[in-house]
């Protein structure tokens, strides 16, 4: 059952059994280098424990864990029956991979805290208030100095965009998409206390990886 019938994250059925196919497909072949190299540039240390909140069938949790040792640990969370199944198919095998299957929407404390928190295509699907939740949650479960990582739409003007942006953009996102892209994200993150914002973008500056490291009050 769909908690925001407006969403198109809360990905289940076939389109979630099918997920990294379909976009590997959309994409022409183009999504895997992507994310490879958009996973590089989090900059994560071998030591490092990581939230990967909205894990999806396992894929980036897989890459993430190819920069961990020993000590280095991914706790997903996922909430999706069929994104379950495939995560753990996927990371079968890999002790330093576990799932959680809490919601991201509401407030959490998972009693551990984090190096990164890293969240991939998921905030921009939620109405804004539930994205302020997820900022609340990830400030609360990251250590000092622990970063939040969004890899998403950037910030841009949709109808200034060419028309093969336009169009699958129109066709395939939803209403809280046309509302994340328009929004000042790095003064969202200021007002709950992140801060030393570091920036990547990627597919011709439409999407960001945009990293945002928790200040204490003292900074
Ligand atoms: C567009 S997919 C992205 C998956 C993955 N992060 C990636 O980049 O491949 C969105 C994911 O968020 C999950 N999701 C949606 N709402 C959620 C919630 N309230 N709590 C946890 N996960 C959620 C969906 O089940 C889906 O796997």
Not at 4 to 12: K, N
Not at 123 to 138: A, D, K, L, M, N
Not at 147 to 176: G, H, S
């Amino acid at each position: 059952m769909r908690r925001y019938p407006d969403s198109r994250v809360e990905i289940q059925g076939l389109s979630a059994r099918y997920y990294d196919l379909l976009l590997d497909v959309a994409s022409l072949g183009t999504y895997r280098s992507f994310i490879n190299n958009a996973i590089a540039s989090i900059g994560i240390g071998p030591d490092d424990k990581i939230l990967d909140l909205g894990a999806g069938t396992g894929r980036n949790a897989l890459l993430m864990s190819r920069f961990l040792g020993g000590n280095g640990r991914i706790v997903g969370m996922e909430i999706s029956d069929e994104m379950i199944k495939r995560f753990r198919q996927k990371t079968k095998g890999f002790s330093n991979i576990e799932l959680m299957t809490t919601r991201i929407d509401e407030p959490f404390d998972l009693g551990q805290r984090f190096d990164k928190a890293f969240i991939s295509f998921v905030i921009h699907g939620f109405p804004h208030s539930v994205r302020e939740t997820i900022i609340q949650s990830v400030y609360h479960n990251l250590s000092e100095g622990g970063e939040f990582i969004i890899l998403d739409y950037n910030e841009f003007a949709l109808e200034k965009a060419p028309f093969w942006i336009r169009l699958p953009f129109r066709v395939l996102e939803c209403k809280y998409a046309f509302d994340f892209i328009q929004r000042n994200w790095k003064k969202i993150l200021t007002e709950f206390n992140f801060g030393n914002f570091v920036e990547k973008t990627f597919m011709m500056n439409y999407i960001r990886l945009l990293k945002a490291k928790k200040m204490t009050s003292k900074q």
